[in-house]
């Protein structure tokens, strides 16, 4: 059974630092992974996909990487801002089944 | 392109009523999701379908049924809700492969009193 763990639950930095979100999974046979937002209150917005086959990719300030022998993703989001704060959420898709699993999250505060 | 619509937005049960979420996307998709959102948590899994014609249970099935009623639309029944059931619900739609990302409906907040 996939599990998809996400250490922290809850962060919180000074604007401007930098922040790395860490995501962990029990079975690497994955066809991707998937980084999203959420606000408060809202649904959610795609941030970035990792396929299977990659090992990062970037969107602006954001970097994904992904390490799938060690079953592993990180989110970097770089010199971060007040308006980053939200809840992010990874989701990892198993080859067998195309099942979707999410991880519980972590709660970012960007303190201005 | 609307992606993944969900019906309703906003629903109020009545504890021991049914009601049905409807769920449709026009990209195609074969695999659609049913999942539900509680405060401060992330997305638990209840029923998904990896293709037409096929359903599986996720982590929290208990007390809901689905139907893939074609490659468009799949949708979760409730047959007697239970105030536990008060929560957010989220559909999503993707295809089999590692391509493609999952889209999501907008959410239904259900309260059941």
């Known amino acids: 059974k996939q599990e998809v763990t996400q250490i922290p639950a809850a962060l919180s930095v000074p604007e401007g630092e930098n922040l790395v979100l860490n995501c962990s999974f029990t079975?690497?046979?994955?066809?991707?992974l998937q980084w999203f937002r959420q606000d408060p209150g809202k649904g959610l917005t795609s941030l970035l996909l990792i396929q299977s086959s990659q090992r990062e990719q970037t969107s602006g300030r954001l970097n994904a990487s992904l390490d799938k022998s060690s079953g592993r993703s990180t989110l970097y989001i770089a010199a971060s801002q007040p308006g980053d704060s939200a809840t992010y959420l990874c989701a990892v898709r198993e080859a067998a089944g195309n099942k979707l699993t999410f991880g519980g999250g972590t709660r970012v505060l960007v303190k201005p | 392109n609307a992606g993944v619509t969900q019906t309703p937005k906003f629903q109020v049960l009545k504890t021991g009523q049914s009601m049905t979420l409807q769920c449709a996307q026009d990209m195609n998709h074969n695999s659609m999701y049913w999942y539900r959102q509680d405060p401060g948590m992330g997305l638990r899994l209840i029923y998904y379908s990896a293709s037409e014609g096929t359903t599986d249970k996720g982590e929290v099935p208990n007390g809901y049924n689905v139907s893939r009623l074609n490659k468009r639309e799949f949708s979760l029944r409730l047959e007697s809700a239970a105030p536990s059931q008060t929560s957010v619900y989220f559909c999503?739609?993707?295809?089999?492969?590692?391509?493609?990302?999952?889209?999501f409906g907008q959410g239904t907040r259900l309260t059941v009193v």
């Open positions: 999503a739609s993707t295809k089999t492969g590692q391509e493609t990302e999952a889209f």
């Open positions: 079975d690497s046979a994955i066809y991707n």
